[in-house]
């Protein structure tokens, strides 16, 4: 029997068969789950370039998002300016040829109505003090208080006279010893709020010293504090004259007042008016500081009748002991042109050092140091 033929067909045969399929016959077809996987893969391939292209765009521009969002550096607050003590004066300078004439400029306009005044501010009875001094009643004229409570002085003759004022004193209780401790006869102004002011002027008294109330008014720096029961120009006549008794019952045996700042309030003609009226009542003298070169004190003080005078020289705008010594040498030269010469000082110790030195070669050189009240009797055409 003859061998069977394999129906399969040989591999010539299946190259004829595929020659004579059409073209498209022979393009592979994969099944569906196929066309499926490979979608897939390129959607994927193309999501995963986009993202990481997005990303590395992004990345560019994170440091500008980065500087947008920082928040801007917040502003240091402004350090107030150092406040100096209380008791420290800072004046106008004068120019050399006002020192020596009254000042007779208009006065600024009245006094408003009051403000309200903090509870702390309001004037309090100081225990143990006498009362105030109280106007005199109807009658012969007595002798009025700057004069009772002058201290005694030497005959200067036709000898130039200076008086040496020391506002302030008290406000510091470390400076007092040295104020208390300058030969005699030096003024001593005493602050109206100093600790122990009643104490500190009987010992000026003991040691010989004319001593005055430095009364705090109104500066035109609204930065400095003129201190307790200040005068202020938006107070009523009524308040003024309130604190302005306050102060004057602090302590006794004092000849007169000046004032401690008011640059502003000795401008202003109304609230002078109170204070100026106050002191003619009681026979005490006015002397105008003039931290102000417009100050209506003196002029204002002749109009009403108070005895009155004005400094003509700040020993230490400048605390420098050389300096004080230059001012000293101009209080000198003015005194030996006028015959008298008034200096305010405060009690630093570079300024008691100063007049520790210069007093007695002053007084070798001919000059005589006086109490304030023996100035306001030469000006006043008094003798003795």
Known sequence: MAPRRSKKPTLSRRIATWRKLPKKALAYRPPHSSVFVIGLGIGLAIGLSVGVGLTWL???????TQVAQVAPPQQAKPVAPAMPPAYIEQTEPVPPEQEEAPVTEAAPPAVSEPAPVPQSAEPQPAPGFAPTPQPAEPGPAPEPAWLKNAVASVDAGNRPIIAIVLDDVGAAPADVPGALGLPAPVTLSIMTYAPNAAKIAAEAHRAGHEIMV??????????????????????????????????????????????????????????????????KERGLLFLDSRTIANSVGDSLA???????LQRDVFLDDVIDAADIMKELARTEAIARKHGVAVAIGHPHRDTVEALREWIPEAQARGFVLVPISQVAKKRSGMTG
Do not use: C
């Open 58 to 64: 992004d990345g560019r521009r994170a440091p500008e």
């Open 214 to 279: 430095h009364v705090p008014m109104e500066p035109i720096n609204r930065d400095a504090d003129p201190g307790k029961n200040a005068l202020l120009t938006n107070l009523s006549a009524d308040e003024i004259a309130r604190r302005l008794d306050w102060g004057l019952a602090q302590f006794q045996g004092y000849v007169g007042i000046n004032n401690h700042m008011g640059s502003k309030f000795t401008q202003n003609a109304a609230g002078m008016r109170v204070v100026l009226q106050a002191l």
């Open 302 to 308: 002749a109009e009403i009748g108070v005895t009155h």
